[in-house]
């Protein structure tokens, strides 16, 4: 998911990670939106990331197919957070819960 949280989210991973470390964000809105925003976050916060190369990749949340392309069991933490085209917060919560449960459902068909 996407939400206006993710600036502060990633200058966080970016404190916390080693160099190289691979984010790869898996969203429904524009990729061009996205990177647009990253870049502004960091401009905001006077901050260039380090550590963290960003990949993004669009599909929806719901859309198994796409979340089977990831390369989830190379992660060594998933996170998944609500995205803000959600138009409400049940919305939101429905949409989140049933990507976890799918991302695990995936990974234990890929053990």
């Known amino acids: 998911g996407w939400n ?7 200058l966080e991973i ?5 160099p190289g470390s691979r984010v790869l964000i898996f969203s429904p809105r524009d990729v061009e939106e996205r990177m647009a925003f990253v870049e502004a976050a960091q401009k905001r916060r006077r901050y260039s ?3 963290i ?7 929806s949340l719901g859309a198994r197919f796409k979340l089977e392309d990831l390369p989830l069991e190379k992660a ?3 996170l ?5 085209m959600a138009t ?11 990507v976890i449960m799918q991302v695990l459902d995936i ?5």
């Not at 409400?88 to 049933?98: V, Y």
Request: proline residues 2%.
């Open 80 to 84: 998944i957070l609500p995205d803000s």
């Open 53 to 59: 190369v960003i990949e993004h990749r669009a599909g």
């Open 76 to 78: 060594t933490k998933i």
């Open 49 to 51: 990331f380090r550590n």
């Open 14 to 18: 970016d404190i916390i990670v080693g």
């Open 4 to 10: 206006e949280s993710m600036g502060a989210v990633l």
């Open 88 to 98: 409400t917060a049940n919305q939101a919560d429905g949409q989140t819960t049933a």
């Open 107 to 111: 990974l234990g068909e890929r053990q």
